[in-house]
């Protein structure tokens, strides 16, 4: 069964209705349907948290992480074995290190694959599977 590793910015192009939204609802749909598995690294659910609060405010943030937690979402701790791999990615390829942290989720398994709007991530796709959200 494949294994999506969602970072904040698909999650925030599936919230914003942006390019590549539909691909991400679908993923979510799997998700549900038990059909595939989708990951979301604590590290990038507080970068949603904050966009959306800084965006929109406290109730807006709480209601958007309460709409995203009923998905169903399977954890992904940032522990310090994950940070340091995170870490060595990022002085390796010079990508940020929050995508570095999804670069390593995703190098968990060959069925794991990386779902971003971050280009900048380029430098590791030798790494991983990356599949890459339209441009805006």
Do not use: C
């Amino acid at each position: 069964m494949v294994t999506y590793v969602l970072d904040a910015s698909a999650i925030l192009r599936y919230l914003d209705n942006e390019a590549g939204a539909d691909r991400v609802a679908a993923i979510i749909k799997a998700h549900i349907a038990g059909e595939a598995r989708a990951i979301v690294s604590d590290l990038h659910w507080g970068e949603i948290a904050g966009v959306v609060y800084k965006r929109h405010g406290a109730g807006t943030m709480d209601k958007v992480m309460s709409r995203l937690d009923a998905f169903g979402f399977e954890s992904a701790p940032v522990t310090r074995a994950r940070a340091v791999d995170a870490a060595i990615i990022k002085v390796q390829t010079g990508i940020p290190y929050a995508d570095a942290l999804g670069v390593q989720l995703a190098s968990d398994s060959s069925e794991h694959v990386f779902i971003t709007a971050d280009f900048d991530v380029k430098p590791a796709a030798d790494r991983v599977r990356i599949e890459f959200l339209p441009v805006k």
